[in-house]
């Protein structure tokens, strides 16, 4: 029996699918928070953790750059994505959660936004590392 690759389902799609569906949530619920349509609807708990969601722009950008390239790379970079990406959601859904600050003030807000970034850029730099290790090896 003969199998037409071109539509069966495999890890590059799945993933793709996966963080261009959460990217777009990402999307609509930053919408909800600027409109001020969250607060109403859904209450403090989404409103909290929104930031939590930036991450996945950064997912879809990178399945979307190894969509394309050799299984190679992708694989490279996806045995790096597959343990990074969980930590860091894991990361960030903990800052979020504010148990670093103090009762008596919120002036530790100030360091929140700096270690998402931080989490993130040290994801998106790990990945390059893990495109560019994928790219020597398929050499």
């Not at 071109?6 to 990217?23: P, Q």
């Not at 349509?37 to 930036?54: A, M, Q, S």
């Not at 148990?99 to 730099?125: K, R, T, V």
């Amino acid at each position: 029996m003969k199998y037409d690759n071109k539509y069966m389902i495999t890890t590059k799609n799945i993933v793709l699918l996966f963080s261009f569906f959460f990217s777009y949530l990402a999307y609509a619920i930053f919408q909800s928070k600027t409109i001020d349509v969250c607060d109403i609807y859904c209450g403090n708990t989404l409103g909290e953790f929104h930031n939590v969601f930036l991450f996945f722009p950064f997912l879809l950008l990178f399945s979307l750059v190894t969509y394309k390239l050799p299984e190679k790379i992708f694989l490279s970079w996806w045995r790096f994505a597959r343990i990074c990406a969980p930590l860091v959601l894991i990361m960030a859904f903990l800052i979020n959660l504010e148990l670093h600050h103090s009762p008596s003030g919120d002036w530790q807000n100030i360091f929140d936004a700096p270690a998402l970034w931080l989490l993130y850029i040290l994801f998106s730099i790990g990945s390059l590392v893990a495109i560019y290790v994928g790219w020597r090896k398929g050499k």
